[in-house]
T-cell receptor
Framework: TQLLEQSPQFLSIQEGENLTVYCNSS?????LQWYRQEPGEGPVLLVT?????EVKKLKRLTFQFGDARKDSSLHITAAQPGDTGLYLC????????????FGTGTRLQVTL | NAGVTQTPKFQVLKTGQSMTLQCAQD?????MSWYRQDPGMGLRLIHY???????DQGEVPNGYNVSRSTTEDFPLRLLSAAPSQTSVYFC???????????????FGPGTRLTVL
């Protein structure tokens, strides 16, 4: 079983602070996705990275895929209360389209 | 479009009871999956389907059955519920684009199941 470990598991910060969430594995993935989940709802896709070393920006969120395609990071600049939620990384296994392995999750709380 | 719908939203079962969690999508997606979400463990794949009539096991299939008779529906059956199956269950669907990696999965709102 391929595992994706996320760190930290919990993060409570104040509005305006920066943070980084890590997603690590010993396995290689063909692509890596990041989802955000709000209470009582299903996860919603934020971004997909497919190339080793790829960096994608979504407003204040910056996503990076490791060169070896085994790890990824999510950096949020100047966090806002609206960023609060559960962040999940998900790796797509090579050769098995749409079969995802999800990370353990990072619960982020941003307070005023 | 309603997207991915799941029923019921909440369910309480007694040990040994059986039930079916319903999932439907109206986006004509070929791929559908069932996940369970437990605290500190992210989402774990139970069963998935790459098209009508085709299903396969995921990471944690024991105690669950699925079938896919139509593109739209993908029900999950618990044959004899156990307390270890207390969890939140999510159904997801995605499209397939040949040669493209990382196709987005669309999730339903979840079913919160408690087994006493």
């Amino acid at each position: 079983t391929q595992l994706l470990e996320q760190s930290p598991q919990f993060l409570s910060i104040q509005e305006g602070e920066n943070l980084t969430v890590y997603c690590n594995s010993s396995s290689v993935f063909s692509s890596l996705q990041w989802y955000r989940q709000e209470p009582g709802e299903g996860p919603v896709l934020l971004v997909t990275v497919v190339t080793g070393g790829e960096v994608k920006k979504l407003k204040r969120l910056t996503f990076q895929f490791g060169d070896a395609r085994k790890d990824s990071s999510l950096h949020i600049t100047a966090a806002q209360p609206g960023d609060t939620g559960l962040y999940l990384c998900a790796g797509e296994n090579t050769g098995t389209a749409s079969k995802l392995t999800f990370g353990t999750g990072t619960r982020l709380q941003v307070t005023l | 479009n309603a997207g991915v719908t799941q029923t019921p939203k909440f369910q309480v079962l007694k040990t040994g009871q059986s039930m079916t969690l319903q999932c439907a999508q109206d986006m004509n997606h070929e791929y559908m999956s069932w996940y369970r979400q437990d605290p500190g463990m992210g989402l774990r794949l139970i069963h998935y389907s790459v098209g009508a009539g085709i299903t396969d096991q995921g990471e944690v299939p024991n105690g669950y059955n699925v079938s896919r008779s139509t593109t739209e529906d993908f029900p999950l059956r618990l044959l004899s519920a156990a307390p270890s199956q207390t969890s939140v269950y999510f159904c997801a669907s995605s499209y397939r684009i040949w040669g493209r990696k990382g196709n987005e999965q669309f999730f339903g709102p979840g079913t919160r199941l408690t087994v006493l």
